[in-house]
């Protein structure tokens, strides 16, 4: 059931499932067609490589049947609190059609980590696959992944990535301190300021390219317009997809998402 509509109602403005037809089938979904993705690898899927000590400081690294041209690392949503690297597996098979590595790094939930710790925490990964796949690196992400996944392009990061691929991403970070998920995610001003990445600036020698559903939450595709605006970066408005399907296209190698991944590297 959707919720009641007010306004302004922060937390109905960044409800998702509840705006698209059949929404709590999809994690299940999603699981399923990873674990098939992982099983089908066999030897070319590096499972569970630990870049750091904590128990979730872990990453999946999946290697096309060539020498890699490079790699994607693909950062999971789920507003920084929910999931796990092991429900989207199955987004790597279009990079890897392209002959790119692809690497799904899991990181510290909140309330057990602040965005701040998070953040850091993407950025070990970042290096610890830079160390293990040459050529150049693309971070990609899907909403609070996404938002990770501008940050590692930010220029108080040094993170070795040529481009940033942010999808349907939260990039100001000020709107959610009225959200009820606040009480787990504990966003206060000074935080919103430093992890925001449309309040941040884009180092010179990285590329962005934001991509979002043209069938999204209003706040969404405000977001992405926002931190493409603040970059500027080239912006998408993907036809027809929403929230929970803007994703898809990294499943298929020729997508115009793969396109705006990997195009010119």
Known sequence: MRPAYHWPDPDRDYANGAFIPQGADYPARWAEAAGRFRTDQGDRAELDLPYGPGARQRLDLFLPETTPRGVVVFVHGGYWHLFSKAHWSHLAAGPLARGFAVAMPGYTLAPAARL??????????????????????????????????????????????????????????????????????????????????????????????????????????????????????????????????????????????????????
């Open 116 to 265: 701040a710790e998070i953040t850091t925490e993407i950025a070990k990964a970042c290096w610890f696959v830079g160390t293990r796949v040459p050529g150049p690196m693309v971070v990609t992400g899907h909403s609070a992944g996404g938002h990770l996944a501008a940050r590692m392009g930010c220029t108080d990061l040094a993170v070795p990535v040529s481009r940033v691929v942010p999808i349907s991403p939260l990039t100001e970070l000020g709107p959610l301190i009225a959200t009820g998920m606040n009480q787990t995610l504990r966003i206060d001003a000074a935080e919103a300021a430093s992890e925001s990445p449309a309040r941040l600036a884009l180092r010179q020698d990285v590329a962005a390219h934001v991509w979002v559903g043209a069938a999204e939450r209003p706040a969404f595709l405000w977001q992405a317009r926002v931190l493409a605006e603040e970059w500027d970066c080239p912006w998408t408005a993907d036809p027809a997809r929403h929230h929970f399907d803007v994703i898809d296209g990294m499943e298929d190698p020729a997508s115009p998402l793969c396109a705006a991944l990997l195009d010119g590297l």
